[in-house]
């Protein structure tokens, strides 16, 4: 194994860096999605971003945690994998960083895909879920300024949602939650309750 890991060059010793953490993350997540344990992975971030650039779906934001661990994890394993038959360092990453793209573009569906199954239930949303508790996934914007995403717990299933909320700041990944209201079948009016309530 020493003599293996001493005979790379820099460049592949950083791409094999990159796929053996991404795909350990991958692993986990995987694992605690599929166990419908709560993960907390997905991070805030501060991007200038045009107004309505994801107006529409927010299960298609692609500043998440989740979606860099499968960018990494497509890029550097496909590197990995035709370094030997690419000899241009330059179009080996090109062709790395697209199938990491792809890699992010297919997760990214198969998610929203997924979301609607779960939301396609027997639950009525517009009747049980005000009262609701759970917690911010994707960060709301304040005053109804867009949407994010909460996990809540309803009729004893954690489920996934669009979110709103008439605070005046933003209700950050991770904040305990209270539904108000049901807007719509998709989207909830939330704030935000002191976790120690949960």
Known sequence: MTEWWTSLDLFMKILWCIAIASSLIFIVETVLTFIGADVDFDADADFDVPDGAFEGDPSMNLYTFRNLVNFLLGMSWTAILLKEQVASKVLLMVIAFVAG??????????????????????????????????????????????????????????????????????????????????????????????????
């Open 101 to 198: 793209a792809i890699l992010v573009a297919a997760v990214m569906m198969m998610f929203k895909w997924l979301s609607k199954m779960q939301q396609s239930g027997n639950i009525d949303l517009m009747k049980d879920a005000e009262g609701c508790n759970g917690k911010v996934y994707l960060t709301i914007p304040a005053e109804r300024g867009g949407t994010g995403k909460v996990q809540i717990t309803i009729n004893g299933a954690v489920r996934e949602y669009d979110a709103v909320t008439d605070s005046e700041q933003d209700l950050k990944t991770g904040k305990a939650i209270k539904v108000v209201e049901a807007i719509d079948n998709s989207t909830l009016l939330v704030e935000e309750i002191d976790s120690l309530i949960i």
